[in-house]
């Protein structure tokens, strides 16, 4: 069993800064990569960011500049740091992992459960 737990969403005004985290535990081998997503009402879940196991970064166009993802491969955490929020960053951010449960075990990705994030003044 494997386990995503996010923290760090929030409120926050219009070029704030917020901070996320996503801590994978349970039966891990390894983690190859991960990311950030995010879905708003009415909108599909779209990629915010990711990071490989070497520490490789894409991000969306709407975020370079503003977001950076880290991730610390010894706790299995990716982080997500949100600078100069803007009222359309405002959505629930998922992480997700791509994982494998043994060296010979077949890869899978894991999902968080979603945490809001509200740019509002």
């Known amino acids: 069993q494997v386990q995503l737990v996010e923290s760090g969403g929030g409120l926050v005004h219009p070029g704030g800064s917020l901070g996320l985290s996503c801590a994978a535990s349970g039966s891990i081998f390894s983690i190859a990569n991960m990311g950030w997503y995010r879905q708003a009402p009415g909108k599909e879940r779209e990629l915010v960011a990711a990071i490989t196991s070497g520490g490789s970064t894409t991000y969306a166009d709407f975020v370079k500049g503003r977001f950076t993802i880290s991730r610390d491969n010894a706790k299995n955490t990716v982080y997500l740091q949100m600078n100069s929020l803007k009222p359309e960053d405002t959505a629930v951010y998922y992480c997700?992992?791509?994982?494998?449960?043994?060296?010979?075990?077949?890869?899978?990705?894991?999902w968080g459960q979603g945490t809001q994030v509200t740019v509002s003044s």
């Open positions: 997700n992992a791509d994982y494998k449960s043994t060296p010979w075990g077949t890869r899978y990705l894991y």
